[in-house]
C-alpha cells in the first residue's frame, strides 16, 4: 500500500475498527499487495490493530517462501484467512504461539477445519504420539526424554486448541460443542500426562490401575478455554497378578498421580497447560490423594456433605483405566441421585452457594461473571438442584453438561419451556463470553475487564461492529437481570402450576414432584405448603394474579430463611387480612425491599409476625428507615389519640395499639440490621416511657374524677428500675418500677395516699389486660420490703426507709433507678435522695463488697433453673447478664463518688466510664463489653425467634438456626454461633473472677 494511498484511507480505516492508524498503516505496508485485499476480513477481527501487527512478527519469523505461501493463502483461501486474522485479533497468546510455531498457520488451512469435529480418540492419540507413547498400547507410556517430552505435549495441545480456537471464532460453533471439545482435548492431555508419569515412575507403574475421574466442568463435558480441571484419582492393584498387595499398588498409583498432576501444570519454555486439581477428593486437601473404590464407598457411605454429591454428579471417567473409572461413577451414582433425601440437604446446598459468593473479592463483585448475581453460577446451581430433586425419579435428567441438563428438565416438563430457552439462551451468552475473555491471554479469569480497550475487543468479538463497548455491557446487563428472573422461576414458578390453573407454557409438576422441590428447599410440611399456595393462587381475581406473580420470588426469600413453612404460612394470614385493601399488594409488587422485607420477617420471626397479624397495616412501616421514635415524639401521639376517648379503658387501648406498632417497628429494624442491639434497649425503654407517661395521665385525670378530686390531690412519679431504668429493655422484659407521691399543698395526707395507690393499680391493671395488644407487664417488686411493702410510698417515706432499713442490695438496686414518668420536680427530688445513697463517699466498704458476693452467690445457687446449662444460660450463666452486670455495679459502688461518669444507670456506659478512669483495664473492659452485647442479642433473637422470652440457647436446631441467622451467621452456622457463644462468655467470666470475686 502506497504511503498516499494509506494516507487517503485514514477514515476507512477507522471504519474498519483500526485504533491507531500509524502502526497500522506501518504494518500494512509490510504485507505489500497482500494487505487491501485483506483489509475487509481484518475489519471482522476483535482487535484489527492486534491482528495485522501479530500477522507480521508471523511471517517475520518464515523463509521468504514460506511468508509468501501464508500471504497468498491469505488472499486465495477467505476460509483460511477468516480462521488467522480471527485468532490473531481475539487472542495474544494463540498469536504468540504461531510467532514461536510460525508454520502451525497451516493448521487452519484445512478446508474440513469449519465444518468437522475431530473425533476424541483422534486428539488423544495425537497428544500420546507428541510424548512418545503408542496409542495402541494398553497403558502408553513416553519414549521421549523428560524434558522434550513435556514441551511436546504444550505444543500439541496449543496446536489442537488453535484449530478448534479458529472454528470457534470464523464458524461460529456453538458454545455447547467447544466446551465438548475443550473437555475432550483435557482427557486426551491427561492421558498423555499420565504416559509421561509412567516413563518418571519406572516398572513399578504397571503394579496398579489407575483411573482418572474428570469433575466439574471437565466432568461435565463443559471446560473452558482455560480452567483448572478437577479430578479424583482412583486405584486398585493390577488384577494380572495376585502376589501385588493393595498397599504397594496405592502407593505406585499415587507416584502415577503426583506426576501427572506435575507434567500438567509444570512451566516449561513451552509455558504450562493448566492447574490439575484433586481437591474435590475425599477429605480434600487433607485425605490421600489417590483410593481404591472400597475406600471411596467408605466415605461416601458415612461422611461426605450433600456438596460433595452435588459435585460427583458430573463424574466422568477420562483418562487412564476407563473401565475402572466408569465402575467409580457407578459406585457413587445412586448416592448421588438419592443425596436430596439426606438431612440437611437444603442447608448443605445453600451454605456452598453462600460460599461461591463470599470468595468473590469485593473488588470483583460487579464485574464477576461467574460468581456474581446473575451470572453462571446462578444457572448451574439452578439446574443441579433441580437434576438432584427430580433425577432420582427421572434417569433422563442424568446429565453433566448444564445445558443438556436444562434442554432435559424442559423436555420433562419441570422447566416451562420458554424459561428454559430463555435460560439457555443465557447462559449460552455469558459462556461465550467467559470464553472471549479467557481466550485473549489463555488465562483463568471470569472478572469482565473495565478497560475501553479490552471491553471493545470483546464487544467485536461478540459480534457487536457498531457501538462494540456499550452494546456489550446493554447485553450483559440484560442476560444478569434474566438470570436472576429465570433463577426465581424455574424453582418457584411450577410450584405455582401444580396447584393453580396458570396460562401459558408453564412447567406442570404432578403434585409429588412439586413436594419433593418443596422439602428439597426446606418446607418442612410441603403438603401443607401446598395447600397455602393454593389458597394464595386460586381464582381469577387480581388479587391472585398479583400474588402468583409475587410468591415465586417470595418463595425464593423464604428458603433462604430459618423457618420457610411460617414464612408461607404468615403469608397466606396477612394476605387474608389485608389482600382487598389496594395499596397492600401494589406495595409489595413495586417496593422489592418491602416484600423482601416481609418475607425474612415472616419466615424468621415469630414475635413480629404475632404483631402484624395484629397489625397488618404495620406492612407499610417495612418500606421506612425503622428507627426507634423519640420518647417526645410517641408521647405527644399516644396523648393525642388517648384525648380523643371518653372511656380510660378505650383512651389506654388507643395507646397500646401504638405501642404494638413501635413495638414492630423497633423488631422489624433488629431483624434487618438496621439497630444495634444497645439502640433496640434503648428504643424499647423510651417506648415504654411514653406508654407509661400517657398511661399515668389517662388514669390520674380518670380516678381524681371517680373520687370527686377537681385536681389530683398528689403529685405522681414513676422511676424506672433494673434493665428499664439501664435503657436496656428486651423483648421479653416487665417494667421494673417504683412509685413514689408526693402530696399537694393543703391535701389531705390519707386522701393523696390512697389516691396514690387507686392510680397505681389502675394503671397496672389497664396495661395488663388481655386484648390484641401484647401487655405491659408492670412490676413493683423492687420496691422497699418488696410484695409486702405499700405498692407506693412518698418522698419522705422512701427516705426514712432508706435511712433506717435498707440494706447494700436495695442501694445496688438503685443504681439502676431512673425516675423518667410523672412530675418533673418530683422525679428531681427523688434522684437527688438516691444519689449519695448509690454512689456512697469514700466508695464501698470490704464489709459491704463481702456481702453482694454472698448474694451474689446464692442468686447463682439458687435461681438457675433446674436442668439449665450454666454455660449457656443466658441470664445467670457463666459470663452472663448477671455477671456482667453486678461485677459493673461492684465497680460503680467503689469508685462513683470519685469519677463522676460512673454515675450512669447503664451498663456499656458505665463499663465505657471505667476504662476511662482507669478504674478497669481497657482488654478487661472490651471483653465485658462484647460479652454483654452478644447475650443481650441472643437474648433478644430467642424471644424474637420463639415469640416468647428465653433466658437459655435454644436446643431446638430450627430455633438455634433461626437464632444464629438472625445474628447474621449464615445457613448452618449454628454451630459456630454457639462456639463464639461459649469462647465469649468464657473469657468474660475470667474477667468476672479476677475483678468481681477478686
Known amino acids: 500500500m502506497s504511503r498516499e494511498a494509506a494516507g487517503s484511507s485514514r477514515a476507512a480505516l477507522l471504519a474498519l475498527g483500526f485504533h491507531d492508524i500509524e502502526a497500522a498503516r506501518r504494518d500494512l505496508d509490510r504485507l505489500g499487495a497482500t494487505a487491501e485485499p485483506l483489509l475487509a476480513i481484518l475489519g471482522r477481527a476483535a482487535d484489527p490493530d492486534l491482528a495485522v501487527a501479530s500477522l507480521v512478527r508471523i511471517t517475520d519469523r518464515l523463509p521468504d517462501d514460506e511468508a509468501g505461501a501464508l500471504l497468498d493463502a491469505l488472499v486465495d483461501d477467505e476460509g483460511t484467512a477468516m480462521r488467522l486474522v480471527g485468532v490473531l485479533g481475539a487472542s495474544l497468546a494463540l498469536g504468540d504461539h504461531l510467532v514461536r510455531h510460525p508454520s502451525h498457520w497451516r493448521e487452519l488451512t484445512d478446508p474440513e477445519l469449519g465444518s468437522t469435529r475431530p473425533a476424541a480418540y483422534a486428539v488423544r492419540a495425537g497428544l500420546l504420539r507428541a510424548v512418545g507413547a503408542d496409542p495402541q498400547d494398553q497403558a502408553p507410556t513416553a519414549t521421549k526424554p523428560d524434558a522434550e517430552a ?89 488384577r494380572t497378578d495376585d502376589d501385588r498387595d493393595e498397599a504397594a499398588a496405592l502407593r505406585a498409583a499415587t507416584q502415577l498421580a503426583a506426576h501427572l498432576v506435575r507434567v500438567c501444570s509444570e512451566h516449561t519454555a513451552e509455558g504450562m497447560i493448566w492447574e490439575v486439581d484433586a481437591a474435590l477428593r475425599p477429605e ?233 422441590r418443596l422439602a428439597a428447599l426446606g418446607y418442612a410440611d410441603p403438603k401443607g405448603a401446598l395447600r397455602h399456595l393454593e389458597a394464595l393462587t386460586a381464582g381469577v381475581s387480581r388479587t391472585s394474579q398479583i400474588q402468583r406473580t409475587l410468591l415465586p420470588v417470595l418463595l425464593e426469600w423464604f428458603a433462604d430463611a430459618p423457618d420457610p413453612d411460617a414464612g408461607l404460612f404468615g403469608f397466606r394470614r396477612i394476605s387474608d387480612a389485608l389482600g382487598r385493601s389496594p395499596w397492600y399488594l401494589k406495595m409489595l409488587r413495586d417496593e422489592g425491599q418491602v416484600a423482601e422485607r416481609l418475607a425474612r420477617l415472616l419466615a424468621t420471626s415469630r414475635y413480629a409476625t404475632d404483631l402484624l397479624e395484629r397489625e397488618p397495616q404495620g406492612v407499610r412501616l417495612l418500606g421506612e428507615d425503622l428507627q426507634p421514635l423519640t420518647a417526645e415524639a410517641l408521647t405527644s401521639e399516644m396523648s393525642s389519640s388517648a384525648a380523643r376517648q371518653d372511656d380510660p379503658e378505650e383512651a389506654v387501648r388507643s395507646i397500646r395499639a401504638i405501642r404494638r406498632r413501635e413495638l414492630f417497628r423497633i423488631a422489624a429494624g433488629d431483624l434487618h440490621h438496621l439497630v444495634d442491639v444497645a439502640e433496640v434497649g434503648a428504643g424499647l425503654s423510651r417506648l415504654t416511657d411514653a406508654t407509661l407517661q400517657s398511661t399515668l ?149 470490704e464489709t459491704d463488697l463481702v456481702e453482694i458476693r454472698r448474694i451474689k452467690a446464692r442468686v447463682d445457687t439458687e435461681r438457675l433453673p433446674r436442668g439449665a446449662d450454666p454455660h449457656t444460660h443466658l441470664k445467670l450463666g457463666r459470663g452472663g447478664l448477671a455477671d456482667i452486670e453486678w461485677t459493673v455495679q461492684a465497680l460503680q459502688m467503689k469508685y462513683a463518688a470519685q469519677h463522676p461518669g460512673l454515675r450512669t444507670p447503664r451498663t456499656l456506659s458505665a463499663l465505657e466510664a471505667a476504662r476511662a478512669a482507669d478504674v478497669v483495664r481497657p482488654g478487661d473492659a472490651l471483653e465485658l463489653a462484647a460479652a454483654w452485647r452478644l447475650v443481650s442479642r441472643v437474648r433478644n433473637a430467642v424471644t424474637l425467634v420463639r415469640g416468647r422470652p428465653g433466658d437459655s440457647l435454644p436446643r431446638d436446631a430450627r430455633e438455634k438456626a433461626a437464632v444464629a441467622s438472625l445474628l447474621g451467621y449464615d445457613a448452618g452456622g449454628s454451630d459456630a454461633m454457639v462456639n463464639d457463644y461459649l469462647r465469649t462468655t468464657r473469657h468474660a467470666h475470667a474477667v468476672v473472677e479476677r475483678i468481681f470475686w477478686g
Open 697 to 845: 395521665d389517662v388514669v390520674m385525670g380518670s380516678v381524681a374524677a371517680q373520687r370527686g378530686h377537681d385536681e389530683p390531690p398528689t403529685r405522681m412519679a414513676i422511676v424506672a428500675m433494673g434493665r428499664y431504668g439501664g435503657f436496656e429493655l428486651s423483648y421479653g422484659s416487665d417494667a421494673d418500677v417504683m412509685f413514689v407521691h408526693e402530696p399537694v399543698e393543703g391535701a389531705d395526707p390519707q386522701a393523696a395516699t390512697k389516691y396514690a395507690h387507686a392510680v397505681a393499680n389502675e394503671l397496672r391493671r389497664l396495661l395488663a389486660l388481655p386484648g390484641t395488644d401484647p401487655a405491659l407487664e408492670v412490676d413493683a417488686d423492687l420496691r422497699p420490703e418488696g410484695k409486702q411493702g405499700p405498692l407506693v410510698r412518698t418522698l419522705d417515706s422512701y427516705a426514712a426507709y432508706y435511712a433506717k432499713w435498707s440494706r447494700v442490695w436495695e442501694f445496688q438496686a438503685l443504681l439502676r433507678a431512673d425516675a423518667v414518668v410523672g412530675d418533673p420536680g418530683l422525679r428531681e427530688r427523688f434522684t437527688a435522695l438516691i444519689d449519695p445513697l448509690r454512689y456512697p463517699e469514700g466508695g464501698l466498704d
Open 150 to 238: 513435556l514441551d511436546a505435549l504444550r505444543v500439541e495441545y496449543r496446536r489442537v486448541l488453535l484449530r478448534l480456537a479458529s472454528r470457534d471464532l470464523a464458524h461460529h460453533v456453538g458454545v455447547d460443542d467447544v466446551a465438548a471439545e475443550l473437555s475432550d482435548l483435557a482427557g486426551g492431555t491427561l492421558d498423555a500426562a499420565l504416559a509421561v508419569a509412567r516413563q518418571r515412575v519406572g516398572p513399578t507403574a504397571t503394579q496398579a490401575r489407575l483411573a482418572v475421574v474428570a469433575m466439574g466442568k471437565c466432568g461435565g463435558h463443559e471446560l473452558n478455554y482455560v480452567s483448572d480441571v478437577d479430578v479424583i484419582f482412583v486405584a486398585e492393584p493390577d
Open 284 to 516: 480434600g486437601k487433607a485425605g490421600p490423594l489417590v483410593r481404591t473404590i472400597a475406600s471411596h464407598r467408605g466415605y461416601y457411605e458415612r461422611w461426605a456433605k450433600t456438596w460433595e454429591f452435588q459435585a460427583l454428579l458430573k463424574a466422568r471417567p477420562v483418562a487412564g483405566d476407563l473401565a475402572l473409572g466408569q465402575a467409580f461413577v457407578d459406585m457413587v451414582s445412586r448416592h448421588v441421585w438419592s443425596a436430596a433425601e439426606r438431612d440437611g440437604f437444603v442447608g448443605d446446598v445453600q451454605a456452598m452457594r453462600r460460599r461461591v459468593v463470599e470468595h468473590i473479592p469485593s473488588k470483583e463483585a460487579e464485574r464477576q461473571l461467574k460468581l456474581g448475581s446473575g451470572g453462571l453460577r446462578d444457572v448451574e446451581f439452578a439446574v443441579q438442584l433441580l437434576q438432584l430433586v427430580h433425577g432420582r425419579a427421572d434417569e433422563t435428567l442424568r446429565s453433566g453438561a448444564t445445558l443438556s441438563a436444562l434442554a432435559a428438565l424442559t423436555r420433562g416438563g419441570y422447566v416451562g419451556r420458554e424459561d428454559g430457552e430463555a435460560m439457555a439462551s443465557a447462559y449460552a451468552w455469558l459462556r461465550t463470553l467467559e470464553h472471549r475473555i479467557q481466550l485473549f491471554r489463555l488465562r483463568r479469569t471470569h472478572v469482565v475487564p473495565e478497560d475501553e480497550e479490552s471491553l471493545r475487543r470483546l464487544g467485536r468479538s461478540m459480534g457487536y461492529a457498531r457501538d462494540p463497548v456499550e452494546s456489550l455491557e446493554r447485553e450483559w446487563a440484560h442476560h444478569r437481570r434474566e438470570v436472576r428472573r429465570l433463577h426465581e422461576k424455574l424453582f418457584y414458578r411450577p410450584l405455582l402450576a401444580a396447584v393453580a390453573r396458570i396460562p401459558g407454557e408453564e412447567a406442570r409438576l404432578s403434585t409429588q414432584e412439586a413436594e419433593w
